[in-house]
């Protein structure tokens, strides 16, 4: 069964760097075509692809924020964060992550989300 | 960029109604497209992958077409459990979703 589930701080104040932690099972990081994406969505509005983490290491940021994001693997841990640099009250959203199988192409399981508020 | 449309907006229909959405690219995505359903306060779940191959699990009502700039999500009879917005996203480049389709229930 493969579960995600993320975790962080609910409140950030803006120009902090926000760190987003995603605790999986059921699927490993070390197994070849396993990835990991990161997805946010500002309230009441549409879904934004942020990041993703591939088996092999490889990395993959959305070009609006490339220069904001880091990712990285646990994999002793099944475990991803992604940190997002000097984060503004725009920034305020459900974050999600989500496992991607690269045979399927998309993100197939989902986390339930953390909402992260940015405000001082 | 590559920006996805979709429409309507908002869609109200009777169960037992077939329901059909729309979704376009602003450049070809060939069948990189996947449909996803989300109800209030859940995690979206996905519902059809590669345009028209149906994820795990999913009930056959829910069918994907279309290639290249436009495509559809068809739910040939609408359930009481279907109610939600429903999310395409384009995988040819990077990823971006639309906008959104509202379901309700009449």
């Known amino acids: 069964q493969v579960t995600l589930r993320e975790s962080g701080p609910a409140l950030v104040k803006p120009t902090q760097t926000l760190t987003l932690t995603c605790t999986f099972s059921?699927?490993?990081?070390?197994?070849?075509?396993?990835?990991v994406s990161w997805i946010r969505q500002s309230p009441g509005k549409a879904l934004e692809w942020l990041a993703r983490?591939?088996?092999?290491?490889?990395?993959y940021f959305s070009p609006s924020l490339r220069t904001r994001l880091s990712i990285s693997k646990d994999t002793s841990e099944n475990q991803v964060v992604l940190t997002m640099t000097n984060v503004e009250p725009v920034d305020t959203a459900t974050y999600y992550c989500?496992?991607?199988?690269?045979?399927?192409?998309?993100?197939?399981?989902w986390g339930q989300g953390t909402l992260v508020t940015v405000s001082s | 960029d590559i920006q996805m449309t979709q429409s309507p907006s908002t869609l109200s229909a009777s169960v037992g109604d077939r329901v059909t959405m729309t979704c376009r690219a602003t450049?070809?995505?060939?069948?990189?497209l996947a449909w996803y359903q989300q109800k209030p306060g859940k995690a979206p779940k996905l519902l059809i992958y590669?345009?028209?191959t149906s994820g795990s699990g999913v009930p056959s009502r829910f069918s994907g077409s279309g290639s290249g700039t436009e495509f559809t999500l068809t739910i040939s009879s609408l359930q009481p459990d279907d109610f939600g917005t429903y999310y395409c996203?384009?995988?040819?480049?990077?990823?971006?979703f639309g906008q959104g389709t509202k379901v309700e229930i009449k």
């Open positions: 590669k345009a028209s």
């Open positions: 996203q384009q995988y040819s480049s990077y990823r971006t």
């Open positions: 059921g699927f490993s990081l070390t197994t070849g075509e396993m990835c």
């Open positions: 450049q070809s995505v060939d069948t990189w």
């Open positions: 989500a496992r991607l199988f690269t045979r399927v192409g998309v993100e197939d399981y």
């Open positions: 983490i591939d088996w092999d290491g490889d990395k």
